[in-house]
């Protein structure tokens, strides 16, 4: 089975399994207990925190830990909802879900949200937000790296912009943390989410980084954990899972990137000497170094993926729900047709794949490919 989607989620690092692992034996302590075993978990806890914060170039104080990717981006917009009470709130039309729904959700209950669109090659442009900007603005919220295309997006323009009218400016960098530096500071994000389970760590666990300063409300409610911003135990060792993988991240990022850029590259170069006419949906190069989301014209992806799940994993431009298959929603806000929609497939390479499973995922697409073109 060859993996070729850790944009979906990445294999846990060996170091970091063996972190989990230790801290669910050792740090079984509750952190906000008096006595010795309370403390150590509370310094494993502490320990993983400075971890994540150098990770972004944030501090300590910053970090806020959470159960995901999904929680922080709600925290993020929901939390400066509630702190503000009302106003106008700036994102796009290519948003993962877990941003696009709080948006909507607003939107619902009395506050005014604009969808910023993204041209052909699945970019926002900087002016665009600019002129969205309201005196009402609260919160402009733009990922860092788009999950399906894997296109970088300009957020130190737009975290300059929003910083200069003193709006908040969150940024998803669910996918960008850990395959491409992203520094709170370089960004000029107030909040970003990171998401370990994209890069080498375990599931069920994030955080959000929240500038020293800004004001959030929780969306929770319970007893004063995490600054009184995120009530709940802490969940120690997936904590302590994201603390090592940010330390691996640390050390070996640009060595991991320089390796999947490489495969990535092979991958395209490989299932277009075969199939001619593919093209890589969105921006030629400013894309994550692992993600290739290519149009493979006349083929079903949905069919293609079917077809190669065993040996090949990726994921479709279109989803199935209950029988019915819709296009991705992130392809058709770039002005694709539906047809090339439907004929698009991501290829998400991670540190762990070899360009021998390059060399053999290249035939097995193709192949599949071949006999499928309708
Ligand atoms: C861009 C982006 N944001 C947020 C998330 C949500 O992360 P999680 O599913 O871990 O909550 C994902 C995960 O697919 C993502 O790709």
Same mark, same amino acid.
């Given at each position: 089975? +060859?993996?070729?989607?850790?944009?979906?989620?990445? !294999?846990?690092? !060996?170091?970091?399994?063996?972190?989990?692992?230790?801290?669910?034996?050792?740090?079984? =302590?509750? !952190?906000?207990?008096?006595?010795?075993?309370?403390?150590?978990?509370?310094?494993?806890?502490?320990?993983?925190?400075?971890?994540?914060?150098?990770? $972004?170039?944030?501090?300590?104080?910053?970090?806020?830990?959470?159960?995901?990717?999904?929680?922080?981006?709600?925290?993020? $917009?929901? *939390?400066?909802?509630?702190?503000? =009470?009302?106003?106008?709130? #700036?994102?796009?039309?290519?948003?993962?879900? /877990?941003?696009?729904?709080?948006?909507?959700?607003?939107?619902?209950?009395?506050?005014?949200?604009?969808?910023?669109?993204?041209?052909?090659?699945?970019?926002?442009?900087?002016?665009? &937000?600019?002129?969205? #900007?309201?005196?009402?603005?609260?919160?402009?919220?733009?990922?860092?790296?788009?999950?399906?295309? =894997?296109?970088?997006?300009?957020?130190?323009? #737009?975290?300059?912009?929003?910083?200069?009218?003193?709006?908040?400016?969150?940024?998803?960098?669910?996918?960008? &943390?850990?395959?491409?530096?992203?520094?709170?500071?370089?960004?000029?994000?107030? $909040?970003?989410?990171? %998401?370990?389970?994209?890069?080498?760590?375990?599931?069920?666990? *994030?955080?959000?980084?929240?500038?020293?300063?800004?004001?959030?409300? !929780?969306?929770?409610?319970?007893?004063?954990?995490?600054?009184?911003?995120?009530?709940?135990?802490?969940? &120690?060792? =997936? +904590?302590?899972?994201?603390?090592?993988?940010?330390?691996?991240?640390?050390?070996?990022?640009?060595?991991?990137?320089?390796?999947?850029?490489?495969?990535?590259?092979?991958?395209?170069?490989? @299932?277009?000497?075969?199939?001619?006419?593919?093209?890589?949906?969105?921006?030629?190069?400013?894309?994550?170094?692992?993600?290739?989301? @290519?149009? +493979?014209? *006349?083929?079903?992806?949905?069919?293609?993926?079917?077809? $190669?799940?065993?040996? %090949?994993?990726?994921?479709?431009? /279109?989803?199935?729900?209950?029988?019915?298959?819709?296009?991705?929603?992130?392809?058709?806000?770039?002005?694709?047709?539906?047809?090339?929609?439907?004929? /698009?497939?991501?290829?998400?390479?991670?540190?762990?794949?070899?360009?021998?499973?390059?060399?053999?995922?290249?035939?097995?697409?193709?192949?599949?490919?071949?006999?499928?073109?309708?």
């Amino acid at each position: 089975m +060859i993996y070729l989607d850790n944009n979906a989620s990445t !294999p846990v690092d !060996p170091e970091v399994a063996d972190a989990v692992h230790s801290a669910l034996r050792l740090s079984y =302590g509750n !952190p906000s207990s008096a006595h010795a075993i309370g403390l150590r978990a509370k310094a494993a806890v502490e320990k993983a925190r400075a971890e994540v914060a150098e990770c $972004i170039g944030a501090s300590p104080e910053e970090i806020f830990f959470t159960s995901g990717g999904t929680e922080s981006n709600n925290l993020a $917009i929901l *939390g400066t909802a509630l702190q503000k =009470g009302k106003g106008h709130v #700036i994102t796009s039309v290519i948003e993962h879900p /877990s941003v696009m729904n709080p948006c909507r959700y607003l939107e619902k209950n009395g506050f005014d949200v604009s969808y910023v669109a993204v041209d052909g090659e699945g970019r926002i442009a900087a002016d665009d &937000v600019r002129k969205a #900007i309201k005196r009402e603005t609260i919160l402009i919220t733009i990922m860092h790296a788009n999950n399906e295309t =894997g296109v970088l997006q300009p957020v130190e323009e #737009i975290g300059t912009l929003a910083r200069e009218r003193y709006i908040l400016f969150h940024t998803d960098a669910a996918q960008s &943390v850990g395959k491409i530096p992203a520094d709170v500071e370089k960004l000029r994000a107030d $909040i970003l989410t990171i %998401v370990p389970h994209k890069f080498y760590g375990p599931k069920g666990v *994030g955080a959000l980084s929240v500038r020293k300063g800004v004001q959030l409300k !929780p969306i929770l409610f319970g007893a004063g954990h995490e600054k009184g911003l995120r009530p709940g135990t802490e969940n &120690v060792p =997936g +904590i302590v899972g994201m603390g090592k993988t940010c330390e691996m991240t640390r050390l070996f990022l640009r060595e991991r990137a320089t390796h999947v850029k490489k495969l990535t590259d092979m991958l395209f170069t490989g @299932i277009r000497e075969r199939l001619q006419d593919v093209r890589i949906n969105g921006h030629q190069t400013l894309r994550l170094p692992n993600t290739l989301n @290519i149009c +493979i014209p *006349g083929v079903d992806s949905t069919d293609l993926l079917e077809k $190669i799940k065993d040996e %090949v994993a990726a994921t479709a431009g /279109s989803a199935c729900h209950s029988g019915q298959k819709t296009p991705s929603a992130v392809l058709m806000a770039m002005g694709m047709s539906e047809a090339d929609a439907m004929s /698009s497939i991501r290829l998400s390479t991670g540190k762990d794949n070899t360009e021998e499973e390059i060399r053999a995922a290249v035939e097995i697409i193709a192949k599949a490919a071949q006999g499928r073109r309708r």
